[in-house]
């Protein structure tokens, strides 16, 4: 017993001296110059850093850091869109005729400017770059189908986008997959979706025959001039509810049915056109000898009538 005490009152007595020796050396290491300055350098910054932007001279109006619309360059424009994309964004988006390279946000302002559009499906990258330049990377929307309506021609691409109107001539639209028998109007101004599921079905139909706007390949390679949109017959109808006609330059009547992926029990859209292809073959065209025909498509055989004069398609 009498040696635990001992012991005890060792500890005790070696604890009471290490404890003034680490104060002692914690206050050495504090007031050390260089500790010192550091914090010295950590008051200033908490104090003043907040003024700094007053302090701090304005150069983002300084010539140098200005650049004007000539050096915005985007991605070069295909065949069927505008030249006056970046024009139109200036505009509508009211942005100044010079633009500061040091404005906060300036790449995010520009793509959101962009972004709105109706011509540009996706705005990629905005590249600020220090030669007084900005690169903008663009993927571009590209018209899939015209629906023809009672008020006239309506451009889509092939997610039903509503396309400026005003940006095709009667000519262009004579060059593009067509679509009859819509019996709405787009709910939305240019850039917005047209919102009715048969002009969206209708517009990948249209995609399908016409692959990245390769209207030669199928469309008329096959003699097509226009799709023949059914009429719903419930107030919300579903894509696999929609069965589609196309109509031969020569009046026969495919019945090409639903859009691709409406209907998986359908042929898909390669066997669809490899019947069709069958078809040529053995007739010589998708009209004649003996046409113009009903041509039945959606099943393992394949299904030719003949049209007579009452049930005859008109070709415009």
């Not at 604890?15 to 050390?32: D, E, I, M, W």
């Not at 008329?220 to 919300?236: C, E, F, S, W």
């Not at 053995?282 to 041509?295: M, V």
Request: aromatic residues 6%.
């Amino acid at each position: 017993m009498s040696a635990r005490k001992s012991d005890s009152a060792d500890r005790s007595k070696s604890a009471g001296r290490t404890t003034p020796a680490v104060a002692l050396s914690v206050r050495k290491g504090v007031f050390q110059p260089t500790t010192l300055w550091w914090l010295a350098c950590a008051l200033l910054a908490v104090v003043f850093l907040p003024y700094l932007p007053w302090m701090t001279p304005d150069l983002s109006t300084r010539p140098e850091y200005q650049i004007d619309w000539s050096g915005v360059q985007i991605t070069p424009a295909p065949r069927g869109v505008p030249a006056r994309i970046v024009n139109d964004v200036k505009t509508q988006a009211q942005l100044p005729e010079q633009l500061s390279l040091l404005r906060p946000g300036l790449a995010k302002q520009l793509a959101a400017a962009f972004a709105s559009h109706p011509w540009v499906e996706q705005v990629n990258r905005v590249e600020v770059k220090r030669q007084r330049a900005i690169t903008i990377d663009l993927t571009y929307r590209r018209t899939a189908l015209v629906v023809e309506s009672s008020r006239g021609f309506y451009p889509v691409d092939s997610h039903s986008v509503l396309l400026p109107p005003t940006d095709f001539e009667p000519d262009v639209v004579s060059r593009l997959p067509v679509c009859r028998n819509i019996k709405t109007l787009p709910q939305g101004a240019a850039g917005e979706q047209w919102g009715d599921v048969v002009v969206e079905c209708a517009a990948r139909i249209a995609d399908a025959l016409a692959p990245a706007g390769d209207i030669d390949k199928h469309w008329k390679r096959l003699g097509m001039v226009a799709i023949i949109a059914p009429v719903p017959t419930t107030a919300d109808p579903q894509p696999e509810d929609l069965s589609f006609d196309i109509v031969t330059r020569g009046g026969s009547l495919i019945r090409w049915g639903r859009a691709p992926g409406a209907d998986t029990l359908e042929p898909s859209v390669d066997q669809k056109l490899a019947r069709l292809g069958q078809v040529v073959q053995n007739q010589g065209s998708l009209d004649a000898p003996g046409g113009p025909f009903k041509i039945d498509i959606r099943y393992d055989v394949v299904s030719l009538q003949a049209l007579d004069d009452n049930r005859r398609v008109i070709v415009r």
